[in-house]
Nanobody, 130 residues
Framework: VQLQASGGGLVQAGGSLTLSCAAS????????LGWFRQAPGKQREGVSC????????FYADSVKGRFIVSRDNAKNTVFLQMNSLKPEDTAVYYC????????????????????????WGEGTLVTVSS
């Protein structure tokens, strides 16, 4: 099982960036994929979550209306489109997966909880300059 996040980079405030998470070794429609981020000196936090089965989406309040998570099951890939970026969005972004069967639907980020994910990928750095 492997999750490979990509697409990070340097962008000016107000700009956009799209991250990709390519999954291998499992079928995306049996999992929920989450995006998490960790800023320097801060704890890792959840950003968004999408069900690979029905496409239901969940967002942290800090990114609602600015970020859009989507999936392409044929390519086993999940995307995070980030718009109206702010300097406080600067962080290493990680994607992670949790099997839907037997998972719990939390208030907030749905199936995705930082302590419950089954697989994690390496992060990709997003830097937003002011």
């Amino acid at each position: 099982v492997q999750l490979q996040a990509s697409g990070g980079g340097l962008v000016q405030a107000g700009g956009s960036l799209t991250l990709s998470c390519a999954a291998s070794g499992f079928a995306l429609d049996e999992y929920a994929l989450g995006w998490f981020r960790q800023a320097p000196g801060k704890q890792r936090e959840g950003v968004s979550c999408i069900s690979g089965s029905d496409g239901s989406t969940f967002y942290a309040d800090s990114v609602k209306g600015r970020f859009i998570v989507s999936r392409d099951n044929a390519k086993n890939t999940v995307f995070l489109q980030m718009n109206s970026l702010k300097p406080e969005d600067t962080a290493v972004y990680y994607c992670a997966a949790i099997m839907l069967a037997g998972s719990y639907l939390y208030t907030g980020l749905g199936y995705c909880h930082i302590v419950g994910m089954d697989y994690w990928g390496e992060g990709t750095l997003v830097t937003v300059s002011s």
